[in-house]
């Protein structure tokens, strides 16, 4: 009986693992504290938008979107108000010697709530193999001594954040912000849309098992789509039909051959755990509540967060091997 029980205790052990490319991982970390990736020579000069042609009525944009960006980018990273983050930035330019000046606390939170933030990207010409999830973000609520104490409210407002992630590089390529109601299907449409490149293959949870999600994939051009159908799951498109068969149905048959983990194991499905990855990346670097109120505000501030979190991954990633 000890003897079975110790072979048990063998079995749940944790796999280790080794970082085969630690001294570079380790600089890329020091890097993402480096003022020089967040404000560099381009930034500052295109900190103003250039004239062009007649002046228009009205008051004029003194501040380039680049410019904009780049303090809300300080604000995310170094976890700052609007305000410190104005006497930040403002006392780097000063140590740069360059003759700009910062916008007002003010305008720098009005214009978050209309700019464009694209996510960058690593380019490449092959499909790509995309993995989605989501999370929720407090916007603003009890703390958890209040909750114990006293229970929850109806002041405890959540967000839902859906991503979309590269298998091969791990960086972000797509990113909403939703209410909390809305379903992972639905906001996996929008981050299909949002993916840009071609994808080869999409892997999902089983939140993901509806057919709106399906019909999305299928109109994208994916060939692969590795979602589970949930335990009571129905053939949807009878074998003898003379449609093609539903990536749905071919995954749920072999189910039922091979079992679901053989499944899983035969089609890489596990690569999934790259998004829950990710989420836990967002969270640990820029924490799990949001600091601003109104929606378009909000989307701002994730996909700056996004956008940051794709610059650190691109400064260098772990290259890890399993330890027998």
Same mark, same amino acid.
């Given at each position: ?11 749940? *052990? ?16 020091? #890097? ?23 002046? /228009? ?6 501040? !380039? ?27 780097? &330019?000063?140590?740069?010697? $360059? ?13 978050? /709530? ?13 499909? *790509? ?16 001594? /209040?909750?114990? #104490?006293?229970? @929850? ?23 909403? &912000? ?10 996996? /449409? ?16 089983? $939140? @993901?098992?509806?057919?709106?999600? @399906? ?27 003379? *449609?093609?068969? &539903? ?16 499944? *899983? ?7 999934? !755990? ?14 799990? !509540? ?17 956008? $940051?979190?794709?610059? %650190?991954?691109?400064?260098? %990633? ?7």
């Amino acid at each position: 009986m000890a003897k079975q029980q110790k072979n048990q205790s063998k079995a749940k *052990k944790k796999a280790s693992y080794r970082v085969s490319n630690w001294s570079a991982y380790n600089k890329s970390l020091m #890097q993402r504290g480096s003022l020089t990736i967040w404000i560099d020579e381009e930034v500052v000069a295109n900190w103003h938008p250039p004239v062009e042609g007649k002046r /228009k009525r009205g008051g004029q944009v003194q501040y !380039s979107d680049q410019a904009i960006e780049c303090l809300l980018m300080l604000k995310a990273v170094y976890g700052l108000p609007y305000r410190q983050t104005i006497g930040f930035a403002q006392s780097i &330019l000063n140590r740069l010697e $360059a003759d700009v000046r910062v916008p007002d606390y003010s305008l720098l939170c009005k214009r978050s /709530k209309s700019i464009i933030i694209d996510l960058p990207v690593t380019s490449s010409t092959e499909a *790509k193999h995309v993995v989605l999830d989501s999370t929720g973000l407090k916007v603003y609520g009890e703390g958890e001594w /209040k909750v114990r #104490q006293h229970g @929850y409210s109806k002041r405890r407002t959540w967000r839902k954040l859906h991503l979309s992630v590269d298998e091969n590089t791990q960086e972000l390529q797509a990113v909403v &912000l939703t209410e909390a109601g809305v379903d992972d299907a639905e906001a996996g /449409k929008q981050l299909l849309d949002e993916t840009p490149g071609e994808i080869g293959r999409v892997g999902g949870d089983g $939140a @993901y098992d509806k057919r709106k999600f @399906y019909d999305a994939s299928t109109a994208r051009g994916i060939d692969v789509i590795l979602v589970p159908p949930r335990r009571d799951a129905k053939i949807w498109q009878h074998g003898n039909c003379k *449609k093609a068969p &539903l990536p749905r149905d071919e995954n749920l048959r072999r189910i039922r051959q091979v079992g679901r983990q053989t499944w *899983k194991d035969e089609t890489g499905y596990h690569q999934r !755990s790259l998004a829950e990855t990710a989420v836990f990346r967002f969270k640990v670097i820029f924490g799990n !509540s949001l600091t601003t109120r109104t929606i378009e505000h909000q989307v701002t501030e994730v996909r700056i967060k996004a956008a $940051a979190l794709n610059r %650190m991954t691109q400064l260098g %990633m772990p290259d890890s091997y399993r330890i027998a």
